[in-house]
């Protein structure tokens, strides 16, 4: 081999193992900081609720019969959340009316530290008098009473029916 085939060669070595190196240090980077915020298109985010902290709606959505037995959820009824099964099992956190984030970022209100959980997971949010449940685009989902939560609708949350992020289960209570 010639000087400068060899000098090629090591030059497309050196790129190579650079572009490696970068590539793992962006996914350790979004592994720890979550990935960019996907915005909604128009259409998708006109007809989405908004969350307690913007003005509520006149008229709070109201679940139909088939949703569950447990009744909804209401702030007069529900003032804490209860991890029932999990890492973190038996603790207890009092809700205000600030929409909760549960994920596995330290930013989250509810740290669940999982290999099934996202950064940003899921959201509890108060919507009128009635706590809804939204899953934030998570890779494993949210379940609620064993039925899944799409990103795209929250769901009313029933007292008592079991959520599930991850490995963990927890639960609105009185």
Known sequence: MTDLTLLIL????LLLMWLF???VVFALRADLFGGRVRRLPESAAASAPRPAAAKA???PP?????VGSHGPATTSTVSRIV?????????????????????????AGLVIRD????SHHARLVL??????????DSTNG?????ERVQPSSPVPVQAGAPIKVGATTFELRK
């Not at 109201?62 to 088939?66: E, G, I, L, M, Y």
């Not at 099992?89 to 809700?95: K, N, Q």
């Not at 949210?142 to 064993?146: A, E, I, Q, R, V």
């Open 142 to 146: 949210t379940l609620h009473d064993g």
């Open 62 to 66: 109201t679940p139909s019969p088939s």
């Open 83 to 107: 991890i029932t099964s999990g890492p973190k099992a038996g603790l207890e956190l009092p809700l205000g009316t600030e929409p909760l984030t549960i994920g596995r970022s330290s930013e």
């Open 21 to 23: 190196v970068l590539s």
């Open 10 to 13: 090591r030059g497309g070595f």
């Open 127 to 136: 919507w009128g008098d009635q706590w809804m449940i939204q899953d934030l």
């Open 115 to 118: 290999d099934y959980t996202s």
């Open 57 to 59: 709606p006149a008229t």
